[in-house]
T-cell receptor
Framework: DTGVSQDPRHKITKRGQNVTFRCDPI?????LYWYRQTLGQGPEFLTY????????KSRLLSDRFSAERPKGSFSTLEIQRTEQGDSAMYLC??????????????????FGPGTRLTVL | QQPVQSPQAVILREGEDAVINCSSS?????VHWYRQKHGEAPVFLMI?????EQKGHDKISASFNEKKQQSSLYLTASQLSYSGTYFC??????????????FGTGTKLQVIP
């Protein structure tokens, strides 16, 4: 399977604990995004990487959230001191490199299956 | 700014048509359409970039109005497999913006036999 993969698929934790999620994008994709989705809502943008550089962070991303993409391949999202409000589906998506001449033409984003976090 | 979708939900019988609208208060650089089935990740349908553009994908097509503030998704001769929640998403408002997508409020579509 060459799609986007995420691990774990489900995580149950107690309030105050730290959790870390991993995303492996499609191998030739240099752009990677994290989104959060709660029940009945659309995904909300959290952060964006181009290669290893984190180029944008949403204001939704409090200081308890940190994301890395150390070698421009897989990415991790860590939540420290989890709160019940952090319970959600965390989605990772990737996109291929922009082609010369595209300007900033949008490309499709390929989503992974998500990690469902439940904070008790 | 989150785009607004209408209707919020729709039930169709197989073979019927549906239109889902997506509106923004300001002009958009691009609009994206995704479908998400229950318990699954969103799946890309199409992107529209130009005012007046229309694009099709099987019996699902979309349009982007001239002012680039509204897009509509058209589902014709609906099939059971079309069931799911449809999200529009807006791309960066200016060229050079990063490709994050701001997703709309969603339209839940159910096709029944």
């Amino acid at each position: 399977d060459t799609g986007v993969s995420q691990d774990p698929r489900h995580k149950i934790t107690k309030r105050g604990q730290n959790v870390t999620f991993r995303c492996d994008p499609i191998s030739e994709h240099n752009r990677l995004y994290w989104y959060r989705q709660t029940l009945g809502q659309g995904p909300e943008f959290l952060t964006y990487f181009q290669n290893e550089a984190q180029l944008e962070k949403s204001r939704l991303l409090s200081d308890r959230f940190s994301a890395e993409r150390p070698k421009g391949s897989f990415s991790t999202l860590e939540i420290q001191r989890t709160e019940q409000g952090d319970s959600a589906m965390y989605l990772c998506a990737s996109s291929p490199p922009l082609l010369a001449g595209d300007g900033m033409v949008g490309n499709e984003q390929f989503f992974g299956p998500g990690t469902r976090l439940t904070v008790l | 700014q989150q785009p607004v979708q209408s209707p919020q939900a729709v039930i169709l019988r197989e073979g019927e048509d549906a239109v889902i609208n997506c509106s923004s208060s300001k002009a958009l650089y691009s609009v994206h359409w995704y479908r998400q089935k229950h318990g699954e990740a969103p799946v890309f349908l199409m992107i529209l970039l130009k005012g007046g553009e229309q694009k099709g994908h099987d019996k699902i097509s979309a349009s982007f109005n001239e002012k680039k503030q509204q897009s509509s998704l058209y589902l014709t001769a609906s099939q059971l497999s079309y069931s799911g929640t449809y999200f529009c998403g807006t791309g960066p408002t200016l060229p050079g913006g990063y490709q994050k997508v701001t997703f709309g409020t969603g339209t839940k579509l159910q096709v029944i036999p």
